[in-house]
Nanobody
Framework: QVQLVESGGGLVQPGGSLRVSCAAS????????MGWHRQAPGKQRELVAS???????NYVDSVKGRFTISRDNAKNTLYLQMDSLKPEDTALYYC??????????????WGQGTQVTVSS
């Protein structure tokens, strides 16, 4: 069984920084592409940033230059460093990963989400 668990969300003032993490655990053989998504109240979930197993990254325009996605393959952990945060970044942040388990079955997994609130 594979699980993704996010942590590190919280309340931060505009202009501040926050780092969220997502740890994968369970019967993992390989982790492929990973990503961070967010969903604000009344809005659709959107892909914020993604990273391939080789380290190539992609960002939605609204966070380019402010957010940095990274991964530690040895720890099966995904990170999102968020700087210069704005109130419009407030949302529930979810991690997502393509994971092949030890039985060589590949699935798309989601974490439970971590709340990020940007407010003075």
């Amino acid at each position: 069984q594979v699980q993704l668990v996010e942590s590190g969300g919280g309340l931060v003032q505009p202009g501040g920084s926050l780092r969220v993490s997502c740890a994968a655990s369970g019967s993992i053989f390989r982790i492929g592409d990973m990503g961070w998504h967010r969903q604000a109240p009344g809005k659709q979930r959107e892909l914020v940033a993604s990273i391939t197993s080789g380290g190539s990254t992609n960002y939605v325009d609204s966070v380019k230059g402010r957010f940095t996605i990274s991964r530690d393959n040895a720890k099966n952990t995904l990170y999102l460093q968020m700087d210069s945060l704005k109130p419009e970044d407030t949302a529930l942040y979810y991690c997502n990963a393509e994971i092949t388990n030890r039985y060589f079955r590949t699935g798309n997994y989601w974490g439970q989400g971590t709340q990020v609130t940007v407010s003075s």
